[in-house]
Structures are given as C-alpha cells and as structure tokens.
C-alpha cells in the first residue's frame, strides 16, 4: 500500500509564506485564557503576532513552533523590534506606519537574532526595507486583490466607505446597497477560486484534502456575514485587505499599546522551536494549533492529534480552525477529549479572520 502523502510533506518551507497571522488573536486569547495564566502554551508560530498575543495571558511559557524557518526568522525580527523598540518604532519598523530608515534599525537589531535568522533578513533586504509584515506570498496575493481586483469593482469612493463607523444594520443597509453588486461577486468567486488561491496564495499542496467544495462561493458567504454582522472599522484583518495596513483603530493584539508593556516584559518566555507540533516535549496546558490539521489526511490527523493529548495536561485546551477540510476532534479520542462545541460556535461567531470555516475548541478530560 502506498503511505498517505501529507500537504505538510509537498508543501514547501523554505520562504516566508504568512508575514502577518490571519486567525483572530482576540479569539484565540480567549479560548485559551482558562488554562493560560502561569501554564505553558504550544503555538504554531507563523509569523509570531498570536504567539505574542499568547504573552498577554501571563502564561509561565509559550513555546512557538513551525517547520518553516522563514517564519521562524518573522518571529525573531519581532521580538528585537519589541525588546530595543518604543511602540511607535515597533510599528514603524515593522511596516505598520510610514519610514525610511528600517535598514537603519535592522542594523541595530540583527546582533539579538540567531545566526539562521541574521543570514535569511541579510539575505533579504529590500523586505525589511518595505515593512516586515507586508513579506509574506499571502500578503502580495491580498495586494493583487487591493490593487487589481477591487477597483475594477467599487469607486475609491466606495471602497473608502466600507470602513466607515455604522452599526450592524447600518453595515447590512450599505453592503445591500452599495457593495453587493453582480461584479463583486463574480471577480470575488474568480480571485479566490481554488485554482488562483492555490498557484498565488496558499500552497497547492494545502488542498489536498479538501475535496470538491466551491472555494470561492464558501469565502464569499463568510466576507458577506463578516462585512454586515461584526463591526468593520475596528476589524485588523479587514483593514489590512482594504488598506494595505493596520490603521490605529485596527490594530491586532499584539500591537495594540495596552498590551505592548506585557509583551516587552515577557519576551524571555517566548521559546521558538523548528519542527512540527507533534515534535515539542509536554506537558502543555494550552495549544494554538492554526489550520494546522487541514495540511493531513485522516490517519495522519489521528496521529498528531493523539500525540498532542499525550502532551497535555488535564483540563488543556486544544484551539485549531477549519478552512476548507473538516478536522475535528478523533471519535479515537472522544474518552480522553471532550469537545467544548457551544463555546467554539459563540467564539467562530465573532471571529473577525473571518475566512475559516468553523473554530473548535477541545479541553483534555
């Protein structure tokens, strides 16, 4: 019999595929909270900004794990730009707001980076130079989105109004009126139809498993819901795709200037470890593991799933988001795991990264 081929497996790993994170921080921090305070948290790390977040819940550790160093590489750049770094310098350097002088200041940081970490951003100057967050093979697919597709859709003018303060019915008279229009939907469906998201934004690979679902009219229904039922102006990753940036009003956890003295304070707690989430001694008593079950088959989704329950402590809570492919909770593991379904609907409700599918939220028996 032939081995079942993971996505993880074809998937490459060798450049920076997420510069900013695209699941909701607020969300995942309060999934987490009960277990969090003084224990230790398992994190994909992407490109560090809910690994950050996590620090906010004063846990004693957050452990950020990924196979990419690349993304490893987004986490360093953050944490020297938090430890040297006023919170305007943290977001001017890291391409939030205007200026020209980020080379400058990589120059100061690059001593507290790893030699790994050092060798790829030297490597990769003109990326440092236009803002960290903006690096990312997902962030350029978002740009051609902002750039290309939208105007050939909405006005300035309308596009603009999108962000505008109103309340929810207020959101769901304007997108009836003035955003929903035949072109919208159509250019929407072509733009982020599997085959375009696939060849530009994520990984093909990341599909294998998805089977026959209409990627394009499930994203479209999900952006109408975010764009009429939850507030839009204070949305991050809303402003991001109509922007290009995070305004003031929209900024993601970690970079909001409340949390920026618990972040700073609490660096020395943040751990990065290459390899996969099924690879990091425990115990754990939290676990931020991204989408990263929709990357495995079956089998293989069993596997790291139980492996991680062998990791866990009793009363650990397991966070993971659906995109395309249903990964839930193994029935194998139904007496160890129960399912927290009732609090996973609330929390996906007002999920503002609001492209997955559904949320799920697991508490170790």
Known sequence: MTAERSGRDRAAWDFVRYASVWEDADLLCEALAPAARGGRLLSVASAGDNALALLTLDPAEVVAVDLNPAQLACVELRIAAFR???PPGVLAFLGVSPSAGRLDTYRALRAD???GAREFWDAHPETVAGGAIHAGKFERYLRGFRRFVLPLVHSRRTIEALR???TVPEQREFYAKEWDTWRWRGMFRLFFSRAVMGRLGRDPALFDHVGGVSTGDRILARTRYALTELPVRPNPYCAYIMTGTYPPEALPRYLRPEHFDAVRGRLDRLRL??????????P????NLSDVFEYMG???HARVYAALVDRANPGARLAYWNMMARRARPDAESARVRRLEAEARDLHARDRAWFYSAF???EVA
């Open 164 to 166: 505008e303060p109103r």
């Open 113 to 115: 980076l790893s030699p």
């Open 84 to 86: 040297r770094l006023d």
């Open 360 to 362: 799920h939220l697991d």
């Open 284 to 287: 754990f008593d939290g676990f």
């Open 298 to 300: 079956p089998a293989e």
């Open 273 to 282: 470890v290459r390899g996969g989430v099924e690879g990091v001694d425990g």
